[in-house]
C-alpha cells in the first residue's frame, strides 16, 4: 500500500533576485513494510525533498498525498497533526536531550498524548532495539550507535506510517552504521512502515529495497 506520494513536484526558493529550483518535477512514492534510499550528492536537494515528505514543507508546484489523501494545501495546523501521528523523524545528529534519561527522551514525542501509556510503550521501544538495560542511561553514558537506537525508538513511539531517517549513519563508524541498518531493516517488518532514507553513503544500499538518484533535484532511473 503506497503510504505517501509526490507528484510532479517542484520546489523554488528565491535568494535575492535569483530563483534556485530545488526540486525540478519530482515524482516519488514509498509503501508500507518498504525501505527507500534516496541518494545524492550534496547540493541535490536531498534535503528539501525531506522537507517535503516530512511535511515540513511545501511544494511550489505539484502535489503530496498522504495515505491517498491530498494535503498539498492543508493549514500549518492540519500538517503538524499529520507529522505527529504519521511522520517519525530520525537524524544525524541524534538531538537527544542531555538531562534526560533514554527512557525519558522516548517518551517526548508523545508528552501531547494522555491516552496512552507512554512510559510503557518507550520501555517496550527501548528493549526492541537492544537498549533493555541502558533504561535509565542519560545520552553522555552511551555510545553513539546506542544514541541513535534512542533516536529510533523515540521515532517510533507514536506508532508512525513513516520513517524519515537524515543521514542515520553520517555520525557513526562503518560497523555501528551496519547494526543500525540492520536494526532498521528489522523495524520494518516488524512495524510494518515505510521507511525513507537519504544520505550520500552507497553502504545503505545493500539494506534498501529500493533506491533513487537525485541529481541537481531531477530523480535519475
Known amino acids: 500500500m503506497t503510504v505517501i506520494e509526490l507528484s510532479d513536484v517542484i520546489k523554488r526558493y528565491q535568494n535575492g533576485e535569483e530563483t534556485v529550483k530545488a526540486l525540478k518535477r519530482v515524482d516519488f512514492e514509498a509503501s508500507l513494510g518498504e525501505m527507500v534510499t534516496v541518494i545524492g550528492p550534496s547540493g541535490s536537494g536531498k534535503s528539501t525533498m525531506l ?10 508546484e505539484g502535489t503530496v498525498e498522504l495515505r491517498n489523501k491530498n494535503v498539498t ?3 500549518e495546523d492540519e500538517l503538524t497533526n499529520e507529522r505527529r501521528s504519521g511522520i517519525g523523524f530520525v537524524f544525524q545528529e541524534f538531538h537527544l536531550l542531555p538531562m534526560l534519561t533514554a527512557t525519558e527522551n522516548v517518551e517526548l514525542p508523545s508528552m501531547w498524548d494522555t491516552s496512552v501509556d507512554r512510559r510503557d510503550r518507550a520501555k517496550e521501544l527501548l528493549r526492541r532495539v537492544g537498549l533493555g538495560d541502558r533504561l535509565s542511561h542519560t545520552p553522555d553514558e552511551l555510545s553513539g550507535g546506542q544514541r541513535q537506537r534512542v533516536a529510533i525508538a523515540r521515532a517510533l513511539i507514536n506508532r508512525p506510517e513513516i520513517l524519515l531517517a537524515d543521514e542515520p549513519t553520517g555520525n557513526l563508524d562503518q560497523d555501528t552504521g551496519r547494526t543500525i541498518l540492520e536494526e532498521l531493516t528489522r523495524l520494518k517488518q516488524d512495524e510494518n512502515i515505510a521507511i525513507i ?7 545503505l544500499k545493500e539494506y534498501t529495497d529500493r533506491s533513487v538518484r537525485l541529481v541537481d533535484g531531477v530523480i535519475q532511473a
Open 73 to 75: 494545501n492543508f493549514s
Open 197 to 203: 532514507s537519504v544520505t550520500h553513503d552507497p553502504q
Open 51 to 60: 522537507n517535503i515528505l516530512g511535511l515540513l514543507d511545501t511544494p511550489t
